[in-house]
């Protein structure tokens, strides 16, 4: 056979599935990999998550306009396993909470990812449409709203990365940590951080944007004493501190400052981003016992679909972990 001839059989019967496979690779890669920038600067690791970064949306509306083809949605035994992909690609839009941004500049284009996750929803329910068949489409539904969440988390995360609120509500357990050293770093790094934070780069511009004739700026001239009192209260403490720990809480601050501006911090780390972690889990949780239970189908298609929805729930749970031991959640 023509090597031709034999390759692009082969890609018109698996273009959509090695399309879907990576996009989870690169889910996963961005994930695992997303964090690491915080604490290396190895040259492959930032490669490798530049190229996933990039490629990552890219793929996912690819994959969703070749599913929309009406060539591709034909009756077989995949119909309505593929149905499901759809949504699930629209959740792999919304991105993994361990990175929002590549830069700091991607955060003023939160308006441009609303705009595509609104078309990219609409071409998924599309598909869904056209390719309804049997009962099991109705588990697209909860992996929509999933999906609906997880973009949501996004385009909120870049929109707020440079005017998002900082809590002071740690300046009166400061007293009450001093027995442990780990504590009272935290609590230090996070008043450093509230501080500090309007002089980063790029902050003052788009905060004054948002604050000039508003309310958040007419209550800031009653936070300005405040501030002044725990400035000073916070140079007494840093004064107080030996060279290693004060590296501790630089790095600390840091590890903040990095969060507020590439991930999902600003949500994930709230009562509502917890209500919403919740939701998430049970809808791949809920997906994930109703289709292991369908066992009309068994081919490769329904292994794929069972691999995105196992990694769904892993990385769900995976996140809650590393939610649950972060240094936000011990403040």
Same mark, same amino acid.
């Given at each position: 056979? &023509?090597? $031709?001839?034999?390759?692009?059989?082969?890609?018109?019967? /698996?273009?959509?599935?090695?399309?879907?496979?990576?996009?989870?690779?690169?889910?996963?890669?961005?994930?695992?990999?997303?964090?690491?920038?915080?604490?290396?600067?190895?040259?492959?690791?930032?490669?490798?998550?530049?190229?996933?970064?990039?490629?990552?949306?890219?793929?996912?509306?690819?994959?969703?306009?070749?599913?929309?083809?009406?060539?591709?949605?034909?009756?077989?035994?995949?119909? %309505?396993?593929?149905?499901? /992909?759809?949504?699930?690609?629209?959740?792999?839009?919304?991105?993994?909470?361990?990175?929002?941004?590549?830069?700091?500049?991607?955060?003023?284009?939160?308006?441009?990812?609303?705009?595509?996750? #609104?078309?990219?929803?609409?071409?998924?329910?599309?598909?869904?449409?056209?390719?309804?068949?049997?009962? +099991?489409?109705?588990?697209?539904?909860?992996?929509? #709203?999933?999906?609906?969440?997880?973009?949501? %988390?996004?385009?909120?995360?870049?929109?707020?990365?440079?005017?998002?609120?900082?809590?002071?509500?740690?300046?009166?357990?400061?007293?009450?940590?001093?027995? &442990?050293?780990?504590?009272?770093?935290?609590? +230090?790094?996070?008043?450093?951080?509230?501080?500090?934070?309007?002089?980063?780069?790029?902050?003052?511009?788009?905060?004054?944007?948002?604050?000039?004739?508003?309310?958040?700026?007419?209550?800031?001239?009653?936070?300005?004493? $405040? +501030?002044?009192?725990?400035?000073?209260?916070?140079?007494?403490?840093?004064?107080?501190?030996?060279?290693?720990?004060?590296?501790?809480? =630089?790095?600390? %601050?840091?590890?903040? !400052?990095?969060?507020?501006?590439? !991930?999902?911090?600003?949500?994930?780390? !709230?009562?509502?981003?917890?209500?919403?972690?919740?939701?998430?889990?049970?809808?791949?949780?809920?997906?994930?016992?109703?289709?292991?239970?369908?066992?009309?189908?068994?081919?490769?298609?329904?292994? =794929?679909?069972?691999?995105?929805?196992?990694?769904?729930?892993?990385?769900?749970?995976?996140?809650?972990?590393?939610?649950?031991?972060?240094?936000? !959640?011990? #403040?």
């Amino acid at each position: 056979m &023509n090597p $031709v001839v034999w390759g692009r059989k082969l890609w018109k019967a /698996w273009d959509i599935r090695a399309m879907v496979l990576l996009s989870l690779i690169l889910q996963i890669t961005l994930f695992i990999c997303g964090n690491r920038r915080k604490s290396s600067v190895k040259t492959w690791i930032r490669f490798t998550i530049w190229v996933a970064y990039l490629m990552a949306n890219w793929v996912v509306t690819t994959a969703l306009g070749k599913l929309s083809d009406a060539d591709v949605i034909i009756p077989s035994a995949n119909y %309505e396993l593929r149905a499901l /992909w759809a949504p699930l690609l629209f959740l792999h839009l919304g991105g993994p909470d361990t990175i929002t941004a590549y830069a700091s500049e991607d955060n003023k284009l939160w308006l441009r990812h609303f705009l595509v996750a #609104l078309v990219q929803l609409g071409l998924a329910i599309y598909v869904l449409l056209l390719s309804w068949t049997t009962w +099991l489409s109705f588990l697209a539904f909860p992996i929509f #709203l999933a999906g609906f969440i997880k973009n949501g %988390e996004r385009v909120w995360a870049l929109y707020s990365s440079a005017i998002a609120h900082i809590s002071l509500s740690t300046t009166n357990h400061l007293e009450d940590d001093q027995e &442990n050293p780990h504590a009272r770093k935290l609590i +230090l790094a996070h008043q450093s951080f509230a501080i500090f934070r309007p002089y980063i780069v790029n902050y003052i511009s788009v905060a004054d944007d948002h604050l000039k004739d508003s309310w958040k700026g007419f209550t800031w001239r009653f936070r300005e004493p $405040v +501030l002044k009192q725990l400035l000073s209260r916070l140079l007494n403490e840093i004064s107080s501190m030996d060279i290693v720990e004060l590296f501790d809480v =630089i790095k600390i %601050e840091l590890g903040f !400052t990095f969060d507020m501006i590439y !991930t999902k911090a600003v949500i994930n780390y !709230t009562k509502k981003g917890c209500i919403l972690r919740l939701i998430t889990l049970f809808c791949f949780l809920s997906v994930s016992l109703v289709f292991f239970s369908y066992n009309s189908i068994n081919n490769v298609d329904f292994g =794929i679909t069972a691999v995105l929805l196992v990694m769904a729930v892993v990385v769900e749970l995976y996140a809650i972990i590393v939610v649950l031991s972060s240094d936000w !959640t011990m #403040l």
